[in-house]
Every structure is written in C-alpha cells, then in structure tokens.
C-alpha cells in the first residue's frame, strides 16, 4: 500500500483497488474538474491520454464530437447526450417550453418566465410590456455565472441590436431574512430512451448579499438582484461558512436546510418540493423529443450516455418554482467546505448511479482473481437512502427474470434488469421518472406507439418515431413499477407527502466527503521559480522582451490581484482603488474585440455596494480578457524574448509587486503603447507615464493609478521617449521629438500575433 499525492492531498494507493485491477480509465476533456479528478484517483481509476480511444468514462466541458459518440463501445460512458443543448441554452430552452404551451396548454408548462429572444421579437416584447409591465431580466443568450445581466424597467432600456434573452423579472421572490435566494439543484439523466430522470436529495440555495428592495428602485444593484456566488462573492458582507455540518449558515444554504426552516414557519414544502419534480419531468420532456432522435443516430448503445444538470430555480412569494435556467455543465467548484461536502457526494453518487462498467476480459483474461472481485463489487454497491420502501417491499416489485421471461425478449430483459439494478444504487437521487405516478401524470406527452417524448400531438409530429419497433417507457413503467397497471386515475401532486418529506430530512452532518478538501497552504514556489523571477526582470531590463501572449496573460494575473483587493474587506483603499478600477474599465472596454458596456453604479450607492459591482464588472471584463488571451496560441523559444520556461516559472511565482514591475518594465521599453490590451475596437490604447514621475522603484499600485488615464495612441499627452537613465529630462524629451512614430494597432497586433511562444504551461501555471 502507497501512499501519493494527488494536488497535494494525500490518498492510499493499492493495486489491489478494485478500479485498478479491473483497469477503469477516465479522461478529462475541456475541462478543470479538480474534484473529479482526485475523486476518481483516490478510487484507483487511471487518467487516460486526452486522445486515447480506449476509456471507461469520459467527462468533457463540452459536447463530444459526432463521430467520438460514434464510436463508443457499450462499456465506455459520456457525461452528455447530443444535442442536449436544446435545454441548456436558454434561449433554445424557452422555444422548446413554449412549443409545450402551445400544443398541450400553458397551465401544464407555466414555470418559466414569459421570454423574448432579441432583436428579433422586440415588437413582442413591447406589445407584451403594454400588457404587464416590467421589469424586465436581460441576459445574454449563451453566458453563465450572471456575467452580462442586468435588469431594465422598460424595453427602450435594452440596447437595439443586441443578441439576448430578455425574461420577466420575478419580482416577488421568496425572501429569507428579507434576502432574496435561489436554488441550485442537481438532475441526472442517465438514459434518454427509456427516460431515466433522477433529482439529487441535496442541493444549493445561494443568497444575494443586500437585502431585498421591494420597490424596485435599486435594480442596477446585481448584489441584491441575482443570486450567483460568482458575484456575490466580491461583495464585503458575504459570508463564507466555514463550518461544512453547517447548512443554515452564511449566504450559502442547503435544501434540505431551508425546507425546514419554511416548514417551520408553517409553509408546504411537500407541494413545493413536487412542483420542482414536476418543473423538471416537464422541461427535460419538453426536449427529448430532439436529444432523442439525435441519440438514435450517434449514440451506439443505451447506457453510454449520461447528463448531470445544474437547475437554476427561484421561488416566488406563493412557493412557486420558477425555472431560470438549466446548466450544461454545473460548477463542481468546491469554494466552501459546504460546497465539497455536498459536491463530493453528488460526484460520487453520480458515477455509482451511471456505473463504469470494467471493458469486457477476453476468456483467457478472465483471472478467478478478477472475477471474484466483480461479485464483490456487486455486492458492496452503496444503497443507503430509499427513495420509496413501498417499491422494495411490495411482493412482485423485484420480480426476478424467471417472472418475466416470459413475456419479455432477450433484450427487454437485459433493459429491466439495467433500470433496476440502476435504481439499486441511487445512492442520495430520487428517481422521478419513472415514479409511482409518472405514467398518469406524463403519459399524455408521450407517442403512444413509440413512448418517445412529443410536443404535439399531430401525426405529423411523430412521423420520425413510426418505426420504431418498441415502447420502452412503457415498458420500463410496467416492468419496474409494482402498481403500474392498477393506478388508472391521476393522483394529485402532494399525493406522496412523506416521500417528499425526503428532501428536508437530509442531513449531511457526519456524512464524510467522498475527498478530504482540506487543502494545506498554499505551497512554496519552487527554488528554480524564484529565481526565474529575478532573472526575468534582469532580462527585461537587459533589453529582451515579451510576446504579446506572455504580456496579456501577466497582465489578466495582476488585474486577478487588482480584482481580490478591490472585495478584500481588510483593504482600507478598496474605495479608492475601486474608483481607479472603474475608469480604467471604461477605457479598457474598447480594446475587447467583444463588445464590452461598462455600466458605472449610480453616485448614491453605498461603498460596499459599490466596489461589489466594479469588482463584479472587473471580473466580467477579466473573462472575456482571458478568452481573447487564449487565442494568442504558441510556437517556439525566439531569439530576443525571454525564455519560455523562465517565463512561465515567473508567472507561477510573481507577486502583485513583481507583476507590476515588470509590466511598469515593458511599457517603458514598448513606448508606454498597452500592447497587453490588444487594440480591440477603439484602437491600441497607451499608458499616459509623465516622464517626470518615473522612478527605478514606483510606489505601490503606480500601475493601477496610470491604468485609469489610459489614453488612445493619438490623444497621448505626453511624447513617447527612449530611456536611458543617465539622461537629463529635457535630453527625453527632445529625444522623443524625433523618436519614430507609434506603430498603427493593426501592426502592434499582427506582429503581436507573429511571435507567439508556447505558453500552454505559463497559463496553466497562471491560473493556478
Ligand atoms: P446565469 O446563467 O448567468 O447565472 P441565470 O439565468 O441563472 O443566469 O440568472 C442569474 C441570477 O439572476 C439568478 O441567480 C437569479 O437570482 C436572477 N434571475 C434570473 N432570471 C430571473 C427572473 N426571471 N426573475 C428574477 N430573478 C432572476
């Protein structure tokens, strides 16, 4: 028995863990899943190569490829279905919810704001706002994390031309404490044909930090508006628990723990918990239609597939679930022991429901040894919440193959077989559909030749699913539910109080996290890093310099700086260095070539408030800065610039102040023009560095004050100079009468571009 280091927490290592003797891989595609990573390694799993074909399970940021789908064998699993965009792209996801209200009736699918997908249906939106009112929630169409929304109390508000959602605003929501909250809670679908729906026990309830205005006066104020930890964060009055039995404490709850909070205070958290089941059957129903025809075509075997969904609900003042958004990919960012508590215990549910089948041995392979242990990973599977005794104590609910062999092909039975023993290892997820009600309640929506999910009921519409030659909802119902054939008559919602009561009785206290997160500190940077430090400044100094690339990325790591002081509460300067901020992003904007409004708080707003909202607008502006960085790609070492590898060594060890230096370093020797800003729309931008103030050691935050003058190339005040430090100042500046011209944007950026190193490493160290 080993022990090692996985991100510097320690974990046993043996090979006899099951997962290395059966030798299950993973790989990791498009994705920075820190917790799923030292999950599956402290469980013995082996990452496989990013191109490798041979895999157990892959879980991918993004969609797979056609063609990788394609190829997969039946033991292999992906963690997305193909085209299950259609649910969470929010504007695809209203289109396909719409389509429902039409055919089946808006009362059966009213829980998701009324949307208008603009420019196009601003005429709607107008008419619709005539009828109701405002406010209105505009988001763009494809974005996360609260990034780009704000909220306008008339369409004029709404810049024309612009691509995005604009949702009415919930402005009665439930209040806790007089803040406004919502949830996020986890779904897993682990077959689309048959249907196989599972909602997580556990989820997130994230406040908003300033109390809830109810007149609707304080809209710009994002912090008391939208709930998203990724803003939030920055505001100074947010509180982090640091106690992870704790799931009442801070702005960031459990479910369960506020359940019960509302069922004291009298509330019907059954009715509430089976609309939210309900609000999840329907939206994924209404979109099965097409992740299902698309997964006939890619998808090779029925199990190969799976989705764990991130919903974004909000509760209103009556306790009733509004939709806001379902996520692709949910954060498995543990950035409170709260959050890896629950976190790591929905990983590691997730892949014991999925289940990472070992690749079929040849017969020669078939060790006693190997096959011993697959009995006994059978029979230590972890079943430990039930989700509905009736199920498993009612005669005939685990009617083995004998009962049904009769009846059912080879096929079908291998089918109930799978959905049962699935079901066998839900761990902590409720399955939802198939429930014991699922069948009365959703039936309707369902072809009745093929069982296929359909929007309307018109011929025409199923046109597709003709020949199809089985059922397998239906099959799956009649054969996994005990009381299928005899409940004819649709139950109403709270018909199962005490399963729903599930939902509050969770209690996570004492439930050990499937990894320890207890991360130690942050580790010393290496020797040979620290002297990359001092050296790079020599070099830079000496006359080498840096790729445009090597520039934007120290530049995004001391904005990441900028960024922490700005929400530090211990920061004294924050308001001032807030202000900075903000005028250094009204200039910066247009060097993004995406277009990037600045929207300044109002003068009245609070301090807090308002270096919440900067640092929120810096945080938007980092990101978008990041993706454009990343299109710098690389090539080699070139002569006259700073090694790579010294390069990337500083980045993982620079400070603030280094960060500073050396970008102070660079504009000097690069005629002050901010070639780390790129010259997006409005031209390439220059640091406005009166000579007379320059000095071989600035004061601290030098940098951050010039930021805020930035100029345009042609409106600089002061003459762009070549330095030499013996010279007199008025040698400057006559000097810098006759110093060439400054380079036009374009050339900046396509020399900029010409030179690019390999710089995979430093960013990775960066971001680090
Ligand atoms: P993102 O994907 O960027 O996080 P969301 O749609 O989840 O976008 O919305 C972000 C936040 O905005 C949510 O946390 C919620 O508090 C608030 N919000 C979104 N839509 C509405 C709405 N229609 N009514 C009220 N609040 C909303």
Redesign the pocket.
């Known amino acids: 028995m080993l022990v090692k280091e996985i991100d510097s927490i320690k974990v046993l290592e043996s090979c006899h863990m099951p997962a290395r003797m059966l030798k299950i891989t993973y790989k990791l595609v498009n994705t920075e899943t820190k917790l799923l990573h030292r999950l599956l390694q402290a469980h013995g799993l082996q990452e496989a190569p990013t191109d490798a074909k041979e895999f157990n399970l892959m879980w991918a940021g993004l969609h797979p490829k056609p063609d990788v789908l394609r190829s997969l064998t039946p033991y292999q699993r992906v963690n997305h279905f193909p085209r299950s965009y259609e649910l969470t792209r929010?504007d695809k996801l209203f289109k396909n919810i719409e389509k429902m209200q039409y055919f089946r009736g808006l009362k059966h699918f009213d829980f998701i704001?009324t949307t208008f997908l603009m420019p196009g249906e601003y005429k709607e939106l107008c008419t619709t706002h005539y009828r109701t009112k405002g406010p209105w929630?505009v988001?763009p169409a494809a974005?996360?994390?609260?990034?780009g929304?704000y909220i306008v109390n008339t369409p004029e508000q709404i810049p024309k031309g612009e691509n995005v959602v604009v949702?009415?605003?919930?402005?009665k929501?439930l209040l806790i404490g007089g803040h406004?909250c919502?949830l996020r809670l986890y779904v897993c679908v682990t077959s689309i044909d048959p249907l196989l729906i599972y909602l997580y026990e556990e989820g997130l309830v994230?406040f908003?930090t300033v109390k809830y205005d109810k007149t609707n006066k304080n809209l710009w104020n994002p912090c008391m508006?939208?709930?998203?930890y990724s803003i939030n964060k920055y505001h100074t009055d947010y509180i982090k628990c640091d106690d992870p039995n704790a799931g009442n404490i801070g702005h960031k709850w459990t479910l369960s723990a506020l359940l019960r909070h509302l069922r004291k205070q009298g509330r019907n958290t059954a009715a509430l918990m089976a609309a939210v089941e309900d609000l999840v059957v329907k939206s994924i129903l209404s979109s099965a239609q097409t992740i299902t025809a698309a997964a006939r075509v890619f998808v090779p075997s029925l199990f190969n597939c799976f989705e764990l969904f991130g919903y974004?609900i909000?509760i209103d003042d009556m306790l009733k679930p509004?939709l806001?958004?379902i996520?692709l990919s949910p954060s498995l960012a543990c950035e409170s022991p709260l959050d890896a508590r629950v976190k790591s215990a929905l990983l590691a549910d997730t892949l014991t429901l999925v289940g990472l089948p070992a690749m079929p041995t040849s017969k020669n392979d078939a060790s006693p040894q190997t096959n011993s242990l697959k009995m006994r990973i059978g029979a230590c599977r972890r079943v430990h919440s039930a989700e509905n005794a009736c199920v498993r104590g009612k005669p005939g609910a685990q009617g083995g193959a004998a009962a049904l062999g009769g009846l059912l092909t080879g096929e079908e039975l291998r089918l109930v077989r799978a959905v049962r023993a699935q079901y066998s290892r839900r761990g902590g997820f409720v399955r939802i559909f198939p429930s014991q009600n699922s069948w009365q309640k959703y039936s309707q929506y369902l072809d009745p030749v093929s069982g296929v999910p359909v929007c309307s009921t018109s011929l025409n519409n199923n046109a597709p699913y003709t020949v199809v030659p089985h059922n397998y909802n239906l099959l799956v119902h009649s054969h996994v539910l005990p009381h299928f054939q005899h409940a004819t008559v649709a139950t109403s919602l709270t018909d199962t109080p005490q399963r729903l009561k599930r939902y509050e009785a969770v209690c996570i206290a004492g439930a050990a996290p499937a990894v320890q997160l207890c991360d130690s500190p942050a580790p010393q940077p290496p020797r040979d890093a620290r002297r990359a430090k001092d050296l790079v400044k020599k070099q830079l100094s000496d006359g080498l310099t840096l790729t445009t690339g090597e520039v934007r990325r120290a530049f995004g790591l001391y904005l990441t700086h900028v960024l922490k002081r700005v929400s530090s509460p211990s920061n004294e300067l924050a308001v001032q260095h807030a202000a900075l901020v903000l005028r250094f992003l009204r200039r910066a904007s247009s060097s993004l070539r995406m277009p990037y409004n600045v929207k300044g708080p109002p003068a009245k707003m609070c301090d807090k408030d308002r270096c919440a909202v900067i640092a929120k607008q810096l945080n938007d502006f980092l990101y978008m800065y990041y993706r454009e960085t990343d299109l710098y790609t690389d090539s080699e070492d070139r002569a006259g610039c700073v090694a790579n590898i010294h390069f990337a060594q500083f980045l993982h060890s620079a400070s603030e102040a280094d960060l500073e230096d050396v970008l102070l370093l660079l504009l000097r020797t690069q005629n002050y023009v901010a070639t780390f800003l790129g010259d997006g729309r409005g031209g390439a931008l220059c640091v406005d560095l009166p000579p007379a103030r320059r000095a071989p050691h600035p004061p601290r935050h030098t940098l951050l004050r010039h930021l805020a003058a930035l100029a345009h190339v042609n409106c600089r005040k002061y003459r762009p100079e070549v330095e030499t430090s013996s010279r007199s100042e008025q040698e400057e500046t006559s000097s810098a009468d006759s110093a060439p011209p400054f380079v036009s944007s374009e050339l900046v950026l396509k020399e900029s571009l010409k030179e690019e190193k390999p710089l995979n490493l430093a960013l990775k160290y960066a971001r680090s």
């Open positions: 929010k704001p929630i988001k974005s996360s994390r609260g990034r929304i949702a009415k605003y919930i402005d929501p406004k919502d994230r908003a508006h939208l709930c998203n974004d909000l509004w806001l958004e996520n």
